[in-house]
């Protein structure tokens, strides 16, 4: 029986961690906050570049959240997030 071998530090996609914040007059909850941004990257970025992107929702609180970026790809989901 083989096992797998980890990866090595220098094979792994460096990740970068944004925070985002929503200002509404009105209460959001906290998954329609997360399907608006998700639906948002999606929109502008594509599938093929939201997959690029290693988009993964990290942390959630009443007024936004933590996004874990691929290091490549951050400008383009700061840009999605505007």
Known sequence: MTT???????????????????????????????????????GFLGEHGYGAAGIQFVGDHQHGGVLRVNRACVDEVKSGLL
């Open 4 to 42: 797998i071998q980890p990866l090595l530090p220098t094979l792994r996609e460096k990740q970068r961690y944004l925070a985002y914040e929503a200002f509404s007059e009105e209460p959001v909850s906290p998954a329609a906050l997360r399907a608006g941004v998700r639906a948002g990257l999606l």
